[in-house]
């Protein structure tokens, strides 16, 4: 019943065939991962970054993982001194691969690279993969963990900074072709834990979309590295506009929103809005939000129940 009323859901949104990581609506240039050498005020910090995505019951046909850019050099990459960086790029299903606790934490200390170890790929400055797609699989959506929790079959892929100080950053595209990014219909993509490239241009909005069940009360937002560049703010069917803390340069800062009954079985809209006045560039920035239980929440790159919309008078918090 739960994964019919949430497919439900998702069939309202109005992008639901769409799997590019990051997804259109979401306005985010790039995923980015640092090699484990480097400094965390870089903006990165665990050096890891793990994404899952989910194919429905009724898919039969393969399905592929493309990664835009895997490669660390060339004009997309964030260079610290020499190009020295290697990231590893790894396909998990089966058995644990979500349902195991620690596979949605967002500490790289547990057994966060869980279930079967399906495909696995190392990138280091290779200017041939510069700015190219390259392709992960075939792969029978069998070969994921079954949870009607997260929607079907789900698949997850871990890029970890094996070396070197560099950040890479890269896209994903849950496929069905091997050649060209073909959404799979009705899958999906998510995270518990999203390490992000802001714009460069201030007048750009980026947004998150975390999923609020029936049992979430209230939540705890944690940013890190934000480089106090402008504001984050919630928005919702209930709310416009709730500021959210906002971290300086290498450093975590936590704050809390009360969920109101009209955002349950919704997503919030998380909005990451620059200060035109600093002009911070390359800034990268880590952000989660953990439920009254301190359990993760995901965000889903197509928010379930479709981007939220205001509905009520103006009301907001400076």
Not at 91 to 106: D, L, P, S
Not at 245 to 250: A, I, K, P, R
Not at 262 to 286: P, T, W
Request: a neutral charge; glycine letters at 8%.
């Amino acid at each position: 019943m739960r994964l019919f009323l949430l497919t439900l859901l998702l069939i309202g949104s109005d992008h639901f065939w769409s799997q590019a990581v990051p997804a259109k609506e979401e306005n985010i240039p790039y995923l980015v991962t640092f090699g484990n050498k480097a400094k965390s005020s870089y903006g990165d910090d665990d050096y890891a970054q793990v994404f899952f995505f989910s194919i429905p019951k009724n898919h039969k046909k393969p399905i592929y993982l493309r990664v835009y850019d895997p490669d660390i050099g060339g004009e997309i990459d964030e260079k610290a001194k020499e190009f020295n960086t290697k990231s590893r790029f790894s396909v998990y299903g089966g058995k644990g691969c979500i349902t195991n606790k620690e596979a949605r934490q967002t500490s790289t200390q547990g057994n966060f690279k869980s279930g079967n170890l399906l495909y696995t790929k190392t990138f280091g400055p290779d200017l041939q993969y510069d700015k190219q797609w390259v392709t992960f699989g075939p792969f029978n959506p069998s070969e994921g963990e079954y949870s009607a929790d997260y929607f079907g079959y789900v698949f997850k892929l871990v890029c970890e900074g094996i070396s070197g100080d560099d950040g890479n950053l890269y896209k994903y595209f849950l496929s069905s072709s091997k050649d060209k990014n073909v959404p799979v219909e009705g899958g999906n993509a998510f995270t518990f834990e999203y390490t992000f490239r802001l714009h460069d241009d201030p007048k750009q909005v980026s947004h998150i979309y975390p999923y609020i069940d029936d049992k979430v009360i209230s939540i705890k937002q944690s940013n890190f590295d934000w480089d106090s560049d402008g504001g984050i703010k919630i928005f919702s069917v209930a709310q416009w506009s709730f500021p959210l803390q906002v971290s300086e340069n290498d450093q975590w800062v936590t704050s809390q929103y009360q969920i109101k009954k009209q955002e349950k079985g919704k997503s919030l809209d998380i909005r990451f809005s620059k200060n035109a006045a600093k002009k911070v560039r390359n800034n990268n920035v880590v952000f989660y939000v953990t439920n009254q239980y301190g359990e993760f929440l995901p965000f889903y790159t197509v928010p379930i129940g479709g981007i939220p919309k205001f509905k009520g008078s103006a009301s907001f918090r400076q």
